[in-house]
């Protein structure tokens, strides 16, 4: 753990690198954001598919084609929630809805 005077003064180097090169400070926060978006769609896709086997078990034992059809179904999307790759955006542009 570190003592009150080492966490100044590390925060005065953080604050000394923001301001001498903002940019370069810039990249360290976007890596976190893709980091923390990354988990979110592990754990979206993993619940999902989790959903979705039960379901296809459900759907089996009971046997509903329609269950099956759709939780195969939700299996693809989680698939899809999963392997997605995190786009990246240069700074400062906007975002283009039009793709």
Known sequence: MLSDAEQRRLTEIELALRADDPRFARRF????????????????????????????????????????VFAVTALGVAAGIWGTPYRRQSPGASPNFDR
Not at 31 to 48: D, F, G, M, N
Not at 51 to 62: F, P, R, T, W
Request: aromatic share 4%; proline share 0%; charged share 20%.
């Open 29 to 68: 926060d976007a890596r976190q954001k893709r980091r923390y978006r990354r988990r979110w769609q592990a754990v979206v896709a993993l619940i999902v598919a989790i959903g979705a086997l039960a379901a296809v078990v459900a759907g089996l034992v009971l046997g509903s084609i329609a269950t099956v």
